[in-house]
């Protein structure tokens, strides 16, 4: 069964750091494009960041360049996101998603982050 597993969310506080990870298992996933969105109360799903699994170049959302990075390890079939500079309104659910070829995206139960003042 391929699936998708997000770690590493939790309570911090602003303008700190935290490190998502999202491991794949069920398959390989070295030739799947990678990414995040999230998902904030009340709010429509917004896209944070991929990572191409060709060229390894990264594409990230607006409210997030410059404090977020994304990186993955196809060794290990993980995904990462590092988030720095957190501000209150990073709070969300960060979703993982994989696309995977001949099946199309599969997401991750998502993790939730929650940034305090």
């Known amino acids: 069964q391929v699936q998708l597993v997000e770690s590493g969310g939790g309570l911090v506080q602003a303008e700190n750091s935290l490190r998502l990870s999202c491991a794949a298992s069920?398959?390989?996933?070295?030739?799947?494009?990678m990414g995040w969105f999230r998902q904030a109360p009340g709010k429509e799903r917004e896209f944070v960041a991929t990572?191409?699994?060709?060229?390894?170049?990264?594409s990230y959302g607006d409210s997030v360049k410059g404090r977020f990075t994304i990186s993955r390890d196809n060794a290990k079939n993980t995904v990462y996101l590092q988030m720095n500079m957190l501000k209150l309104e990073d709070t969300a659910v960060y979703y993982c998603?994989?696309?995977?070829?001949?099946?199309?995206?599969?997401w991750g139960q998502g993790t939730q982050v929650t940034v305090s003042s």
């Open positions: 998603y994989a696309d995977v070829p001949d099946t199309g995206r599969i």
């Open positions: 069920g398959r390989t996933f070295s030739r799947s494009n």
């Open positions: 990572i191409y699994y060709l060229s390894g170049s990264t």
